[in-house]
């Protein structure tokens, strides 16, 4: 297998190397893909979406029905993870560490539940015993780092960034609270039923957008149709539709990371995990 | 400008390769990451500045999470 | 001599990334292990990104990003002052696609570890077969 698999690789490359003859130069002004549509985007995209980052503007505004069954993939991975992956069944054992002593209870009986609070607090099977320093200086981290998604997502219109990154950048947030404390923390604090509906409302969002302008006389995702719903300037109203499909990506790509994350190291059973 | 991207490129080679051979699954994830973050530098150079900031969060970030996570749940043991 | 380095140097880059992206589909036709699979196929995903990305790029042109935009009325903008934004919008979605089914493989690796006890292709033939 790895001989054939050498000669198959081998044989492809040399036929791609072949081809890379016929390429144009590295940075070429001239060459053909830098010719024809682009230049297009790059002089009118400000005219007529007042939107300076042209990434944003082609991916959101020309190019918006793709970015939209983009989000669509990324719901339905968190969707597959989680249909993939749950397991419902009820644990079969619990730990239980006794705080002010550290005398650690095995519960074998499913029905029994001891009360968590001062005294028992809930341990996972491989347990580390948790560190103060890295606890706090997450618990101090993670509001900044949320507050920074927020900034990429408010400003995808005017600097590198937009729904994607952002939505990455929360998710990451809430991935790290897991880290630090524990895989129970988060899922106690955010249910997971909240994170699919979440992951449901972003895409909801874009098409929702996309949708309200039919109503209003457009096409589907015209978004100059919806002018006369928002006060303002209406020479701006493409850029404020781009900023309202860019947050309901980036609820969504938030909720999905976290619901792949949660059933990933949990394999499924939301208890325990890095 | 040219100097800088091919010797990151070269980089980027040497990772990949040290990627898939090394042997334990656990260093690959690690190898991985530092592949994204080269790659990121890379087109953060070529001016794609909005990819290299999503392979940034995304390559470098959280897919080495994920990775890492399922590592936790399999095992680090490969043959190759 | 001065004409010549840049010309070399131009193809250099796409060999590499040809070289790249060869890395990528070796390790996922000859490893073994089904991880090691994966991470062949995101490097090849990455190749191909680049290779798209450096298509773009443009001598003497700037960041994708307009200048002055607001209240910079009368300026005529010039496409050749901008890096070409349409590679980088197609790879913007490659990237962001390939983290989703990344996540989704892993989920798929993980499954298959449950059952088998195992991620190495050739073991896991042997329990398909018994």
Redesign the interface.
């Known amino acids: 297998?790895?001989l054939?698999?050498?000669i198959?690789?081998?044989l492809?490359?040399a036929l791609?190397?072949y081809g890379?003859?016929d390429?144009p130069?590295?940075?070429?002004?001239q060459?053909p893909?830098?010719v024809h549509?682009?230049?297009d985007?790059?002089?009118k995209?400000?005219d007529q979406t007042?939107?300076?980052?042209?990434?944003?503007a082609?991916?959101a505004d020309y190019?918006g029905f793709?970015?939209m069954f983009?989000t669509a993939?990324?719901f339905?991975?968190?969707l597959?993870?989680f249909l993939?992956?749950r397991d419902f069944s009820k644990k079969r054992e619990r730990y239980y560490r006794h705080v002010s002593t550290g005398v650690i209870l095995h519960v074998k009986n499913q029905e029994k539940k001891l009360t968590v609070g001062n005294e028992f607090e809930y341990m996972d099977k491989d347990w580390v015993p948790s560190d103060l320093i890295i606890k706090t200086i997450c618990r101090i981290l993670i509001p900044f780092i949320q507050i920074y998604a927020l900034y990429v997502v408010a400003h995808g219109d005017?600097?590198?960034?937009?729904g994607?990154?952002g939505g990455?950048?929360f998710?990451?947030s809430f991935?790290l609270m897991a880290i630090s404390y524990n895989l129970k923390t988060l899922v106690n604090r955010i249910k997971e039923k909240v994170f699919g509906i979440f992951a449901a409302v972003g895409v909801l969002i874009y098409v929702g957008i996309a949708a309200l302008c039919m109503p209003m006389g457009g096409n589907f995702l015209d978004y100059s149709k919806l002018a006369p719903l928002i006060p303002g300037d209406p020479g701006h109203i493409r850029a404020l539709g781009m900023l309202g499909v860019e947050i309901g990506v980036g609820i969504a790509?938030t909720a999905?990371?976290a619901i792949?994350?949660i059933?990933?190291?949990s394999?499924g059973r939301h208890d325990e995990?890095? | 400008m040219?100097w800088i991207d091919l010797i990151v490129l070269t980089f980027v080679i040497f990772c990949a390769i040290a990627a898939i051979t090394v042997k334990d699954l656990l260093a690959t994830a690690i190898l991985f990451g530092a592949y994204s973050f080269m790659m990121c530098l890379l087109w953060a150079v070529m001016g794609a500045?909005?990819v290299?900031?999503?392979e940034a969060?995304?390559g470098a970030?959280?897919s080495t999470?994920?990775f890492?996570?399922?590592v936790?749940?399999t095992s680090r043991r490969t043959k190759d | 001599m001065t004409d010549l380095l840049?010309?070399i140097?131009?193809?250099y880059?796409?060999?590499l990334y040809?070289?790249l992206?060869?890395i990528g589909?070796?390790a996922m036709?000859?490893k073994n292990n089904l991880i090691k699979k994966l991470v062949g196929m995101n490097i090849f995903q990455t190749a191909i990104i680049l290779f798209y990305v450096?298509?773009?790029?443009?001598?003497?042109?700037t960041l994708?990003?307009?200048?002055g935009?607001?209240g910079g009325q009368g300026a005529a903008?010039q496409?050749?002052d901008?890096i070409?934004?349409?590679?980088?919008?197609l790879m913007?979605?490659a990237i962001?696609?390939s983290?989703?089914?990344f996540?989704?493989a892993?989920?798929?690796a993980?499954?298959i570890y449950?059952r088998y006890q195992t991620l190495e292709e050739d073991e896991l033939r042997m329990r398909l077969s018994e």
Request: include cysteine; proline fraction near 5%; hydrophobic fraction near 55%.
């Open positions: 297998m790895k054939l698999g050498f198959v690789v081998s492809a490359g791609l190397l890379t003859q390429f130069a590295w940075g070429d002004p060459s893909a830098s549509l682009s230049n985007y790059i002089e995209a400000v007042q939107v300076p980052n042209l990434v944003t082609v991916l190019r793709d970015t983009e993939v990324i339905c991975a968190g597959a993870c993939l992956l005017f600097s590198p960034g937009g994607f990154q990455v950048i998710g990451a991935i790509v999905a990371m792949i994350y059933n990933i190291v394999e995990g890095l | 040219l500045v909005d290299a900031f999503t969060s995304v970030g959280v999470v994920f890492v996570a399922a936790f749940r | 840049p010309l140097v131009a193809k880059n796409y060999w040809v070289i992206m060869m589909l070796y036709i000859a450096s298509i773009g790029y443009k001598v003497d042109a994708p990003i307009i200048q935009a607001h903008i496409a050749a901008y070409n934004p349409l590679p980088h919008v913007l979605t962001v696609v983290v989703a089914t996540g989704v892993m989920a798929l993980v499954r449950q």
